[in-house]
């Protein structure tokens, strides 16, 4: 009888996953409508009040995305004011939504990727996520990889989607 071999696991096939990469702890949109005056004016006293009295301890570890989901007209210092209270606290701050958050993690982390180990092999970039991963997160990471990698598939080893193959030059 023949030995099965996995042909896969004893290539030179480096894979990707950036599940494995999501960092842990609890995303927050924080709508700050509620502090506004009739949920669209920012009355600065009012609102300074209310910044005051929220209990910033509460955001203890946690992914802060700040945002006003009425059409109210914030000004720039007034979210510069909750991340001066959230970020001694909080694990990250930014202004917009949960996938701008996410976006701005992974630009963080596939920035400081170490890629030594991908140069000149064969690189699958792993799909079908069960956590959030923005689609820019992908993008970044191709981009990272076209000038070392010898090619990029997307996909499973057992499906992929051919990306991109480095051609010979003389």
Not at 33 to 52: A, C, P, S, T
Request: glycine fraction near 4%.
């Amino acid at each position: 009888m023949d030995k099965i071999v996995n042909r896969v696991a004893n290539s030179n096939l480096k894979n990707i996953d950036l599940e494995d990469f999501y960092l842990s702890g609890e995303r927050l949109l924080f709508d700050i409508k509620d502090w506004l005056y009739q949920g669209i004016i920012l009355k600065e006293n009012d609102f300074r009040e209310k910044v005051n009295a929220y209990n910033w301890s509460s955001l203890e570890g946690k992914y802060i995305a700040f945002c006003c989901t009425t059409e109210a007209i914030i000004p720039s210092w007034a979210y510069l004011l909750l991340t001066t209270k959230a970020s001694p606290y909080a694990k990250k701050c930014i202004v917009g939504n949960l996938n701008l958050l996410e976006t701005v993690l992974y630009t963080e982390i596939i920035t400081e990727f170490d890629t030594k180990s991908f140069e000149n092999k064969p690189v699958i970039i792993k799909g079908c996520a069960h956590k959030p991963i923005p689609e820019s997160a992908y993008t970044l990471l191709v981009s990272k990889l076209l000038p070392i990698a010898k090619s990029i598939m997307y996909g499973e080893a057992c499906s992929t989607v051919p990306l991109y193959k480095k051609t010979e030059t003389t």
